[in-house]
């Protein structure tokens, strides 16, 4: 068995893969967003930072999208997108999302992510603890990766604020939801539009509250 494919079949600690690939080893961090949410797809991204991009991006304080305001993740987005060898966003739909569930389908984001950069990693550093299923690269899991990798935190921003985005624009499609400020997660506002509007297309129909809304309208 070679180094890749050990390192491929079973989740090293960090310091380990450090030791198995040189420090010139092309890396792509990958993370996903809208996990949590009640309302559209779970978005993926893939990063490879350019060397030359590392100190800069750390210096401009680059970290997990979710510790940023939607301010600074817009101009490190940029920033980011100015420093990367190559990138990618991709995103399971709600239908697949249902089908499959949320674990499985943010998975399917990151694979679609990682295949389609146009340079080929050496390494994923995936954020959390499961491995990506059928991806044919070497990977290794990184527990709080966003708060690790520069390069998983990197992915994370890219992936927020693509997603955001998306969230504002399809808000004029569906405006009970108030998405603009929720971006499709559970608040308090949201559920209650559930209970009142009942269930958009774009819902995850298999999360409890938005089966809770199905069960509540169809007793009225």
């Not at 420090?23 to 009640?38: F, H, M, P």
């Not at 389908?105 to 059928?134: F, H, W, Y």
Request: overall charge positive; aromatic content about 4%; hydrophobic content about 45%.
């Amino acid at each position: 068995m070679t180094r890749k494919d050990r390192l491929q079949t079973q989740q090293l600690p960090l310091a380990d893969w450090v030791h198995v690939y040189p420090s010139n080893t092309i890396v792509a961090g990958v993370d996903e967003v809208g996990r949590g949410a009640l309302f559209g797809p779970v978005v993926a991204a893939a990063v490879i930072l350019s060397a030359d991009a590392v100190t800069k991006l750390t210096d401009a304080g680059v970290t997990d999208s979710k510790l940023l305001s939607a301010d600074r993740r817009l101009a490190l987005a940029k920033q980011i997108r100015a420093g990367v060898v190559a990138y990618q966003i991709r995103y399971a739909s709600v239908w697949e999302i249902d089908r499959l569930n949320i674990l499985q389908a943010s998975l399917l984001a990151m694979k679609r992510a990682v295949l389609k950069l146009e340079v080929t990693p050496e390494l994923c550093l995936v954020d959390g603890n499961q491995l990506i299923p059928g991806l044919p690269l070497p990977q290794q899991t990184l527990v709080k990766g966003d708060q690790r990798s520069l390069a998983i935190a990197s992915a994370s921003i890219l992936a927020k604020v693509w997603r955001d985005e998306l969230m504002t624009r399809l808000a004029v499609k569906y405006p009970h939801y108030n998405l603009v400020s929720n971006k499709g997660y559970g608040t308090s506002a949201h559920r209650l539009a559930l209970q009142t509007h009942g269930l958009s297309r774009l819902h995850r129909r298999s999360f409890s509250p938005c089966r809770l809304a199905v069960e509540t309208n169809s007793e009225l």
